[in-house]
Nanobody, 121 residues
Framework: QVQLVESGGGLVQPGGSLRLSCVASGSIFTIYAMGWYRQAPGNKRELVAMITSAGGTNNGHSVKGRFTISRGNAKNTVYLQMSSLKPEDTAVYYC???????????????WGSGTQVTVSS
């Protein structure tokens, strides 16, 4: 069993900053990549940013230059530093991970339950 737990969402004014955190735990053999997606009401879930085990990153077009993804030293934690937030960044942000289970040795995609980010004055 693998769990992803997000934290750090909340209400922030336009132009402000927030930092999201996600911790992966459970039966983990290898973490290949971790990152963030978001979904606003009526919209499809979209990539925000991903980071691989090698440290390579990929940011969604709409957040380039404003959001930065990073990993903790233990490599099972990923952070999303969000700056210059806009009302259109309002969404539920989901942690995502590509993990090989230590019990089944299967490689699967896992999701957290999401954390709400609201950008409003």
């Amino acid at each position: 069993q693998v769990q992803l737990v997000e934290s750090g969402g909340g209400l922030v004014q336009p132009g402000g900053s927030l930092r999201l955190s996600c911790v992966a735990s459970g039966s983990i053999f290898t973490i290949y990549a971790m990152g963030w997606y978001r979904q606003a009401p009526g919209n499809k879930r979209e990539l925000v940013a991903m980071i691989t085990s090698a440290g390579g990153t990929n940011n969604g077009h709409s957040v380039k230059g404003r959001f930065t993804i990073s990993r903790g030293n233990a490599k099972n934690t990923v952070y999303l530093q969000m700056s210059s937030l806009k009302p259109e960044d309002t969404a539920v942000y989901y942690c995502n991970a590509d993990i090989q289970s230590s019990t089944t040795m299967n490689r699967s995609e896992y999701w957290g339950s999401g954390t709400q980010v609201t950008v409003s004055s």
